[in-house]
């Protein structure tokens, strides 16, 4: 109980950067390792998709009504869409055989309008506490593996000048690239 009121906590502090990327994203959506599919709560349901590796999250969102797809980024086609959202997952890639960089280029070459990446600097791994050493790891388990490393302000802010972003927004503990057709 007290760990999933501290991840509602810690995804409740999000809820500006959601709103944000709502309104940037115009038309139809498509959310790439969308976990328990936060955002659609802040967009018309009915334009949109969430994609995931993980099928016990998306069987129980689609119970719910929501159109969700069950694929792996990193071996999967990413449809395309005319915005391709990814909030808090690049991080993942830190440590896998696909970088941060080709997952940002592969979103992009399946976006129509705007590709649009959301990932916080500041995060719960960061805490002082000691139990926030250990949350990172439960938090970020998948397929077998966690991941805990994690962007520092400056390396993610040279990723996305890297990766070409036309646009980032600072939010008080994140940063938001939008990538324009």
Known sequence: MVIRFLYWLARADMDEEYRLISKLADGEVLEVCCGDAYLSRFVDKSKYVGMDMNSYFAEKLRRKGLNIVTADITRDKVSSAENIIMIISLYHFLTSEVSPLEIIQKLRNASIKKTIICEPYQNISGWVEP??????????????????????KSSLQKLFSDSGADEVIETERSLIAVYKK
């Open 131 to 152: 139990l926030s050493q250990y949350l990172p790891f439960y938090f970020t388990y998948v397929s077998g593996n966690t991941a805990h490393k994690r962007f520092n």
